[in-house]
């Protein structure tokens, strides 16, 4: 599975943007798909996942704000973000396993394999 994340750049607070995340060699209706973020000098962290059934997760840092979604004839997942906030800045990464339950999410990093090269996201105050 290959993985091609899109989508970032600079907005102001309150603003919106949607990434995108374009996978290859499986179609995304058969993974669960995951979007991380890492701030400078912080930790990646869990953003939003959504499990091969549809089931979705989100971290409460970005729930109301934020939607996961998948277009199964783009073969490519996305991460809608309005009411942006500074503390969003990060370089955001898709993520994919061939693992998880039909409606169970996957939060950990350590769960998938597959990962795309990451989208930077600037929103500025």
């Known amino acids: 599975v290959q993985l091609q994340a899109s989508g970032g750049g600079l907005v102001q607070a309150g603003g919106s943007l949607r990434l995108s995340c374009a996978a290859s060699?499986?179609?995304?209706?058969?993974?669960?798909m995951g979007w991380f973020r890492q701030a400078p000098g912080k930790e990646r962290e869990f953003v939003t996942a959504?499990?091969?059934?549809?089931?979705?997760s989100y971290a409460d840092s970005v729930k109301g704000r934020f939607t996961i979604s998948r277009d199964n004839a783009k073969n490519t997942a996305y991460l809608q973000m309005n009411s942006l906030k500074p503390e969003d800045t990060a370089v955001y990464y898709c993520?994919?396993?061939?693992?998880?339950?039909?409606?169970?999410?996957?939060?950990?990093?350590?769960?998938?394999?597959?990962w795309g090269q990451g989208t930077l996201v600037t929103v500025s105050s």
């Open positions: 993520a994919a396993s061939e693992g998880g339950g039909l409606y169970y999410t996957l939060v950990r990093a350590s769960e998938y394999p597959y």
């Open positions: 060699g499986r179609i995304v209706s058969s993974l669960s």
């Open positions: 959504i499990s091969r059934g549809g089931a979705t």
